[in-house]
Nanobody, 126 residues
Framework: VQLQASGGGSVQAGGSLRLSCKAS????????MGWLRQAPGEEREFVAA????????YYRDSVKGRFTISRDRPKNTVYLQMNSLRPEDTAVYYC????????????????????WGQGTQVTVSS
């Protein structure tokens, strides 16, 4: 699967961005999907995920209440709405898919989102 994230940019603290993720080679609709991020000098970390059905979501603690993951099945697209952005949110953001064996799974362990493509840079200034 080829994943392409877009929608990043530079904003001031408190601002908002909406990231989008499209895929080719495999439909996103059959899988839980996630967002990861990687700040300079840091390891890639889990940010959020949405179940295959879209009925449940889960987030890392630091973004709860500020970020919202969603999916549009007809458009085969996953989004990450980011509000109240903080400088510590600065990173390259990647959408991520799990391994094929997770097809139709509502929950994928954060560490098992192993496929990601080109990311999009998010920079938040104070």
């Amino acid at each position: 699967v080829q994943l392409q994230a877009s929608g990043g940019g530079s904003v001031q603290a408190g601002g908002s961005l909406r990231l989008s993720c499209k895929a080719s080679g495999r439909t996103l609709n059959d899988y839980a999907m996630g967002w990861l991020r990687q700040a300079p000098g840091e390891e890639r970390e889990f940010v959020a995920a949405i179940s295959w059905s879209g009925g449940s979501t889960y987030y890392r603690d630091s973004v709860k209440g500020r970020f919202t993951i969603s999916r549009d099945r007809p458009k085969n697209t996953v989004y990450l709405q980011m509000n109240s952005l903080r400088p510590e949110d600065t990173a390259v953001y990647y959408c991520a898919a799990p391994a094929p064996e997770y097809v139709y799974s509502d929950y994928v362990p954060p560490a098992d989102f192993g496929s990601w493509g080109q990311g999009t840079q998010v920079t938040v200034s104070s």
